[in-house]
């Protein structure tokens, strides 16, 4: 899957900096076009799975109530958010720092034949290092790496709180990494597209005397329009 990934994003830069060869854009700071501040909006398709496990804690006066996970599904999300950072070029090398913040949401519910317990993410914040090549004054490739934190949500057991309990509301982290380019389509417009993947920390839901213990993973594949403002 992950190969599939890639070749796409590939095909698609190729695809594009051929298409888009004629097109003249403004040079930043040192004669780039991606140097510089900048800032964006993203949408994204954003894929989500928890692997869960369970375990019973009789220790409240709260009976247990789930027997134990037969079965689990997955629900992917779009979504869309926005981004802002800075770029510096050294030649044809390229780094930068940016951050996003996204909603892009997704869910895993499990189920002991009964009783359902659903996990979902509501929003990410991301805080990326990317390291590229300049192709040309307009076309750009990339590697990135960075911070992810993201937020878990859960209503309880069959989507009914325990009396006096909130709502499960927990950011949990990850380190991320992906790829891609950017190519420049007009006077201080580029085009960006990308692939990131996310395996967050363990996250811990406790229901009464249920335990449940989640291993979350995500990957992303993102559309921006970047605005850089030299």
């Known amino acids: 899957m992950l190969t599939k990934h890639i070749k796409l994003l590939l095909s698609t830069a190729v695809i594009s900096f051929i298409s888009l060869s004629n097109i003249h854009a403004n040079a930043g700071i040192d004669a780039s076009p991606f140097e510089g501040l900048y800032a964006g909006v993203i949408t994204t398709k954003n894929t989500f799975s928890t692997t869960s496990s369970y375990l019973e804690v009789p220790v409240t006066d709260i009976p247990s109530v789930f027997s134990g996970i037969t079965n689990s599904a997955h629900k992917n999300g779009f979504g869309g958010g926005i981004l802002g950072g800075?770029?510096?070029?050294?030649?044809?090398?390229?780094?930068?720092?940016?951050?996003?913040?996204?909603?892009?949401?997704?869910?895993?519910?499990?189920?002991?034949?009964?009783?359902?317990?659903?996990?979902?993410?509501?929003?990410?914040?991301?805080?990326?290092?990317?390291?590229?090549?300049?192709?040309?004054?307009?076309?750009?490739?990339?590697?990135?790496?960075?911070?992810?934190?993201?937020?878990?949500?859960?209503?309880?057991?069959?989507?009914?709180?325990?009396?006096?309990?909130?709502?499960?509301?927990?950011?949990?982290?990850?380190?991320?990494?992906?790829?891609?380019?950017?190519?420049?389509?007009?006077?201080?417009?580029?085009?960006?597209?990308?692939?990131?993947?996310?395996?967050?920390?363990?996250?811990?839901?406790?229901?009464?005397s249920d335990q449940f213990i989640f291993k979350p993973k995500t990957s992303r594949i993102m559309a921006s329009f970047i605005l850089h403002m030299y």
Request: net charge positive; hydrophobic share 40%.
């Open 86 to 208: 800075y770029g510096i070029n050294y030649g044809i090398l390229y780094t930068g720092i940016e951050a996003a913040f996204m909603i892009d949401k997704g869910n895993t519910i499990i189920s002991d034949g009964t009783n359902t317990l659903k996990i979902s993410k509501s929003n990410t914040l991301d805080v990326n290092l990317r390291v590229g090549l300049t192709l040309s004054n307009k076309a750009m490739v990339f590697g990135l790496i960075g911070y992810s934190g993201a937020v878990l949500k859960s209503k309880g057991l069959n989507q009914i709180l325990i009396a006096n309990d909130r709502e499960y509301n927990k950011r949990i982290t990850s380190y991320k990494f992906g790829a891609g380019f950017e190519i420049a389509v007009m006077e201080n417009i580029a085009f960006r597209l990308e692939y990131t993947r996310s395996k967050y920390a363990n996250a811990s839901l406790i229901y009464g």
